[in-house]
């Protein structure tokens, strides 16, 4: 397949439930390496859209594609490529580190010298060797949360989707995982990840607010901040978000 720049394509997509409409007519890309940041309150559409582009749900209407494989047809592919962390945690309480990130790389298809060399690295980088052997449920909820985004690019993927990742833990944790994603974003690695927290939106390269299912405004935070005339994000929101702009 012809290598393209942008590692995510979404045109017109929209989700209905019934008579409620979730996503409403979205279009916008991002680039490799890019981390693109979806700021909303709860019931904006950030999860419905997260859900559509890895394939766990059928959009109503429009189009997106991942690596250029279409969300529509070629999910099986689209998996291939996408790590995933949802918005509940999503690893298995009652196994250890070292299981889970086993049972993962497994369901990935990796290869065990691969996988086990993976296993080591993260373990290191986490300075999780003295809990490698404990079950994820007796982890601080820090360090579990790091462990899932770790757990989540086992595979290398090329697109990464994380549904409000740092949701419950304290300002520095979330700060070491911002860290962590930097550094996969560094190895050319798209970034799609939720937020609602105001201090999270200054670290994407690029954001998108959302508010009823719509886009109202894509950008960088500092442009954002120079073109609605405000000081801190907080303020871009509000103002947005209430069609003061």
């Given at each position: 397949m012809q290598e393209k720049e942008n590692n995510i394509v979404v045109e017109n997509l929209c989700r209905n439930f019934?008579?409620?409409?979730?996503?409403?007519?979205?279009?916008?890309?991002?680039?490799?390496g890019e981390i693109f940041g979806f700021l909303g309150a709860n019931g904006a559409g950030k999860t419905t859209t997260i859900r559509m582009l890895c394939g766990l749900l059928k959009p109503t209407s429009g189009y997106a594609e991942i690596m250029g494989y279409n969300v529509l047809t070629q999910g099986?592919?689209?998996?291939?490529?996408?790590?995933?962390?949802?918005?509940?945690?999503?690893?298995?309480?009652?196994?250890?580190?070292?299981?889970?990130?086993?049972?993962?790389?497994?369901?990935?298809g990796m290869d065990k010298k691969i996988l086990r060399r993976r296993i080591l690295n993260i373990?290191?980088?986490?300075?999780?060797?003295?809990?490698?052997?404990?079950?994820?449920?007796?982890?601080?909820?820090?360090?579990?949360?790091?462990?899932?985004?770790?757990?989540?690019?086992?595979?290398?993927?090329?697109?990464?989707?994380?549904?409000?990742?740092?949701?419950?833990?304290?300002?520095?944790?979330?700060?070491?995982?911002?860290?962590?994603?930097?550094?996969v974003a560094l190895e050319n690695v798209t970034i799609l990840v939720t937020t609602h927290y105001m201090d999270e939106a200054e670290y994407c390269n690029r954001l998108c607010i959302m508010s009823n299912g719509k886009i109202k405004i894509i950008g960088n935070p500092t442009q954002l901040k120079k073109d609605t005339h405000s000081d801190t994000m907080d303020m871009v929101f509000q103002k947005v978000v209430n069609n003061k702009i």
């Open positions: 019934r008579d409620f409409i979730a996503v409403d007519d979205i279009s916008f890309d991002v680039k490799k099986k592919e689209i998996r291939k490529h996408i790590g995933y962390m949802s918005q509940k945690f999503s690893l298995y309480e009652d196994l250890t580190v070292i299981e889970n990130m086993e049972l993962f790389g497994i369901i990935y373990i290191s980088r986490l300075k999780m060797r003295d809990f490698a052997h404990r079950k994820v449920v007796h982890l601080p909820l820090g360090q579990r949360q790091k462990l899932a985004f770790s757990t989540a690019i086992l595979h290398a993927p090329q697109v990464v989707f994380l549904d409000e990742p740092t949701s419950g833990v304290d300002p520095l944790v979330r700060r070491e995982f911002w860290n962590m994603i930097y550094e």
